[in-house]
């Protein structure tokens, strides 16, 4: 990826020097005035394509750190999913015991009363 400073250009004539720019006159030279105009409006063009330029380098540099921003927090996050994986499943696994420790307290007593009935009377549940 090409970055910001990576993308410079030469540029030969700056606002200033079309601005100081003389031109010799001859007798069938061009209007002088009309000249100034041109190159006045020239210098108006130039000087906004030059601020369109620094601040689309400035938001160039604003995205690309972003998007370095935006890249550690993805690696932080797939760090912090891979390891939180076991201790789900570790987790899972506690909470299953911990649910047939309590439905053995609970329903224990309850289970042995029907055992010792259905025996008492003769029939095999299963």
């Given at each position: 990826?090409?970055?910001?400073?990576?993308?410079?250009?030469?540029?030969?004539?700056?606002?200033?020097?079309?601005?100081?720019?003389?031109?010799?006159?001859?007798v069938r030279g061009?209007?002088?005035?009309?000249?100034?105009?041109?190159?006045?409006?020239?210098?108006?063009?130039?000087?906004?394509?030059?601020?369109?330029?620094?601040?689309?380098?400035?938001?160039?540099?604003?995205?690309?750190?972003?998007?370095?921003?935006?890249?550690k927090q993805l690696?932080?996050?797939?760090?912090?999913?891979?390891?939180?994986?076991?201790?789900?499943?570790?987790?899972?696994?506690?909470?299953?015991?911990?649910?047939?420790?309590?439905?053995?307290?609970?329903?224990?007593?309850?289970?042995?009363?029907?055992d010792d009935q259905?025996?008492?009377?003769?029939?095999?549940?299963?």
């Amino acid at each position: 990826m090409e970055t910001h400073e990576d993308s410079t250009f030469n540029i030969q004539l700056g606002p200033k020097t079309i601005l100081d720019k003389k031109f010799k006159t001859k007798v069938r030279g061009y209007d002088q005035d009309e000249v100034d105009t041109f190159l006045d409006s020239i210098i108006q063009d130039y000087e906004a394509y030059a601020a369109e330029v620094d601040r689309l380098n400035e938001e160039n540099a604003r995205l690309f750190s972003r998007v370095d921003e935006l890249t550690k927090q993805l690696s932080v996050s797939k760090n912090v999913t891979q390891t939180a994986q076991p201790t789900a499943a570790a987790t899972n696994y506690d909470i299953l015991k911990r649910l047939s420790n309590l439905e053995r307290h609970v329903f224990g007593s309850k289970l042995a009363d029907h055992d010792d009935q259905s025996s008492s009377n003769g029939f095999d549940q299963y």
